[in-house]
């Protein structure tokens, strides 16, 4: 049946995490991952979590039946509360659709496809460049994918003026994937400023805002702070979809929790566009799983808990931050040529180095450290005791 099945084509993603797989050096070093790591390169389960689970363990009232096709109710609300504000306007109106889903790429997904069927409009845009599966996602929903420019590589920084150029060229109606801060690959997010004037720009365009929010917490380290793009759309009173990952700011990667939010303009709509939702996911995987949204759930609840998660989030984003700086000062050190500033500027887990992909080819010949062929390299995959040095002299030798 399957001997006319061809091989996939090359992805440039796996065949970095191949090459890294296949090298036998006790030194390899992989940065091409978006997972956070411990000084001593290792993952992280927060202790928050592992209280949360113990919590869980020990309540013998619970069980292993399904939830409703829409998820947790406690967590959707939870959820929503965290990335719209606990006083958001919308949620009083009673205008917003919250449903679980399998973590940020499920609730990208799931609403991809909410959009094929039900929005008049197919095209999405899409930064240029961006997360791998972004494409992937719309293109498999029925979506036809377009970019908009987002990042200039001449300053390392963003094109701010190519990009509001280019959204006042996409169609009426057509959806706008914005990343709600930390932007992967390239680290660079719009000021708040330009925020609002892109925000002007998909209003008076009619554009519909679809928001990746995988990283809240990650650019300032403050959840509030990080979410303030999304609700500067939201406080408009429009339409905006949202959709959010516990993956990184909860280190909850495997347990796959995230959910999809849909703001909408009035309650009527919202009940209508929720049924239609639950259409979408049935057929998908009719349920979502459990544990991952319990173990959010009792940590949104509870203030004491919440407030030992700020704390740990906060301590991972400042090992990034302490990398950055660490890796730019030993790049000074060395007299690299180059400006490095960016590898400061950039927020978020991801540095966007500048590396071409032969200099990316050598490091990791010579020094067995593999990051993509963007030159995207995961922050949190340093360590300051033996990685920094090994990179900055890799780095220092690809360029000089
Ligand atoms: N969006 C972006 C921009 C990401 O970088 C990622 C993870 N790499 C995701 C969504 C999805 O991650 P997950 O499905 O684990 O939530």
């Known amino acids: 049946f399957f001997s006319s099945v061809l091989p996939p084509p090359e992805d440039p993603v796996l065949s970095v995490y191949f090459a890294s797989r296949d090298d036998p050096s006790p030194v390899k070093l992989n940065l091409s991952g978006g997972s956070y790591r411990t000084e001593e390169g290792k993952p992280l389960v927060l202790e928050v979590v592992r209280k949360a689970e113990q919590q869980l363990a020990n309540d013998m009232s619970r069980n292993k039946e399904y939830l409703p096709l829409d998820g947790l109710a406690d967590f959707n609300n939870l959820s929503a509360k965290l990335i719209l504000g606990a006083d958001s306007p919308a949620l009083?109106?009673?205008?917003?659709?919250?449903?679980?889903?399998?973590?940020?790429?499920?609730?990208?997904?799931?609403?991809?496809?909410?959009?094929?069927?039900?929005?008049?409009?197919?095209?999405?845009?899409?930064?240029?460049?961006?997360?791998?599966?972004?494409?992937?996602?719309?293109?498999l929903a029925g979506l036809s994918v377009e970019v908009y420019r987002y990042y200039d590589p001449k300053t390392r920084g963003l094109d701010f003026k190519g990009m509001l150029e280019d959204l006042s060229a996409a169609p009426s109606g057509a959806i706008v994937v914005l990343q709600a801060c930390a932007h992967n690959p390239t680290g660079v997010d719009p000021t708040l400023d330009q925020w609002e004037q892109i925000r002007k720009l998909v209003r008076s365009k009619s554009l519909l805002p679809f928001f990746d929010n995988a990283y809240q917490g990650f650019a300032s380290g403050s959840l509030d702070i990080d979410a303030k793009a999304v609700r500067m759309f939201v406080a408009d009173g429009g339409e905006c979809f949202i959709a959010q990952s516990f993956s990184k700011n909860m280190g909850l990667y495997g347990e796959r929790i995230g959910a999809l939010t849909i703001v909408c303009t009035s309650k009527d709509v919202a009940r209508n566009v929720h049924s239609q939702v639950l259409l979408v996911v049935r057929p998908m995987y009719l349920s979502p799983p459990i544990?991952?949204?319990?173990?959010?759930?009792?940590?949104?609840k509870n203030s004491d808990m919440y407030k030992d998660w700020t704390i740990e989030l906060k301590g991972m984003v400042s090992r990034i931050v302490s990398m950055r700086q660490q890796l730019y000062e030993a790049l000074q050190a060395r007299g690299t040529p180059g400006d490095w500033s960016?590898?400061?500027?950039?927020?978020?887990?991801?540095?966007?180095?500048?590396?071409?992909?032969?200099?990316?080819?050598?490091?990791?010949?010579?020094?067995?450290?593999?990051?993509?062929?963007?030159?995207?390299?995961s922050m949190a995959g340093l360590s300051s005791k033996t990685v920094l040095i090994q990179l900055a002299d890799a780095i220092h030798a690809a360029i000089t």
Not at 110 to 134: C, M, Y
Not at 291 to 300: D, K, P
Not at 350 to 372: D, P, V, W
Request: charged content about 20%; hydrophobic content about 40%.
């Open 92 to 139: 009083e109106e009673d205008r917003v659709v919250t449903i679980q889903c399998l973590s940020g790429t499920g609730s990208l997904r799931v609403g991809a496809e909410f959009l094929a069927k039900h929005h008049q409009e197919r095209v999405i845009f899409v930064s240029n460049p961006t997360w791998g599966n972004h494409p992937l996602i719309f293109n």
């Open 291 to 300: 544990h991952g949204a319990s173990i959010v759930t009792t940590i949104l």
């Open 342 to 377: 960016n590898i400061i500027k950039q927020i978020g887990m991801f540095s966007f180095t500048g590396l071409n992909e032969k200099q990316i080819r050598f490091i990791a010949k010579e020094y067995h450290i593999y990051m993509t062929y963007d030159g995207r390299i």
